[in-house]
């Protein structure tokens, strides 16, 4: 899915700093470690990710929509 405005559900940048995070802790993934080693790192990079998820679907995200399909906009507090 393309999205014109990247930062759409993600205004300050938060939701990317997780996903990185959880980019980072991918990489840390060896075949050289034991199984176990690289199924937590997994666990934990999967962890990461659910953050940035939960970011994105925060107030003014994606599931705070209006069902008439326009988009929800916060008034500033």
Do not use: C
């Not at 300050?12 to 937590?40: R, Y």
């Amino acid at each position: 899915m393309t999205n014109s405005d990247p930062n759409r559900y993600d205004p300050t940048g938060e939701a990317a700093i997780w996903d990185k995070a959880a980019e980072l802790v991918m990489a840390l993934q060896n075949p050289e470690l034991s199984t176990d080693w690289n199924t937590a790192l997994e666990q934990a990079a999967r962890v990461l990710s659910n953050e940035s998820r939960g970011v994105r679907q925060e107030e003014g995200g994606m599931y705070y929509r209006s069902i008439t399909g326009s988009n929800y906009r916060p008034k500033p507090n």
